[in-house]
């Protein structure tokens, strides 16, 4: 996986011109924290105000079409940065579910098995996620799996 969503893809993905964004490549870290804190402030904020960090998850629906890979990467990386359980609620019941019910899931697997092994949060939030209709699937056997063998992170408050 990478640490970075190249420039044109970024412009690509948000229907605009390359030039219109901030100059080099994206960091998914930065993607990462951005989202965190749309997903968060989203999530408290009852205003129908439009968020100065939207445009995240347009991206992060995007990537999950056509570029899944960056798209774990970023779940990857929003799962090192998260310090209380409300995050990791977030994040497995909105971006994790995403990507695990988009048609680009099963051919992930193996990746999410790894990422499961060296991310023991990740794995935990394997264990919240849910399926869309399609339970029965060895996919999400598999999902399920990784998440029932998962513990609790004992460095997350609340």
């Given at each position: 996986?990478?640490?970075?969503i ?8 948000l229907?605009?011109?390359p030039?219109?964004?901030?100059p080099?490549d994206?960091p998914v ?6 989202f ?6 989203s999530?408290?904020?009852?205003a ?7 445009w995240t998850?347009a ?18 990386e929003?799962?090192?940065?998260i310090?209380?359980f409300?995050?990791a ?14 048609k680009?899931a ?9 990422a ?8 935990f ?9 399609s ?7 598999a999902?399920?799996?990784l998440?029932e063998?998962?513990?609790e992170?004992?460095?997350?408050e609340?």
């Amino acid at each position: 996986m990478t640490d970075v969503i190249p420039r044109t893809l970024v412009a690509t993905v948000l229907g605009v011109a390359p030039e219109a964004l901030p100059p080099g490549d994206l960091p998914v870290a930065r993607l990462a924290a951005r989202f965190l804190d749309f997903l968060s402030e989203s999530f408290l904020q009852e205003a129908d105000a439009p968020h100065p960090e939207a445009w995240t998850f347009a991206l992060y629906g995007g990537l999950i079409a056509d570029h899944a890979e960056l798209a774990l990467a970023t779940l990857l990386e929003m799962t090192t940065q998260i310090t209380r359980f409300d995050e990791a609620d977030l994040i497995a019941s909105g971006p994790l579910d995403e990507l695990l019910n988009a048609k680009s899931a099963a051919a992930l697997l193996p990746l999410i098995e790894a990422a499961a092994q060296k991310y023991p949060r990740f794995a935990f939030l394997l264990s919240g996620a849910s399926a869309e209709g399609s339970a029965g699937t060895p996919f999400w056997k598999a999902i399920r799996a990784l998440g029932e063998t998962a513990a609790e992170p004992d460095d997350l408050e609340g």
